[in-house]
Nanobody, 124 residues
């Protein structure tokens, strides 16, 4: 399995920006960002994914403010988040190792490797 370590989270005011990083130890092609909101009943939510060829896929409503990218030489995945809103408050996770089946891309149970997450809090 791939070891993943997220960083870059923190507290920011509404309208602010953050860039999250995920350092991967080991070889992986497919990587993605998910988040887990503290609100009751919320499931782990997919944000964006990047396959080995550099093709990005975004979950609905995420593309406008979030951008996924990767430094393959350093094996680091990034998530640039702009115009943050209080509803973006969550624990943000990096995932890797998706086995395929694009219709299941946002099913977090299909991803075998996870980091511990980095907390993002958006409040005034």
């Amino acid at each position: 399995q791939v070891r993943l370590v997220e960083s870059g989270g923190g507290s920011v005011q509404p309208g602010g920006s953050l860039r999250l990083s995920c350092e991967a130890s080991g070889s992986t092609n497919y990587m993605a960002w998910f988040r887990q909101s503290p609100a009751p009943g919320k499931v782990r939510e997919g944000i964006a994914a990047l396959d080995g060829s550099g093709r990005s896929t975004y979950a609905d409503s995420m593309k406008r403010r979030f951008t996924i990218s990767r430094d393959k030489a350093k094996n680091i995945l990034y998530l640039q988040m702009n115009s943050l809103e209080p509803e973006d408050t969550a624990l943000y996770y990096c995932a890797a190792g998706f086995p395929g089946g694009e219709w299941q891309l946002w099913n977090w149970l299909r991803w075998p490797s996870w980091g511990r997450g980095t907390q993002v809090t958006v409040s005034s």
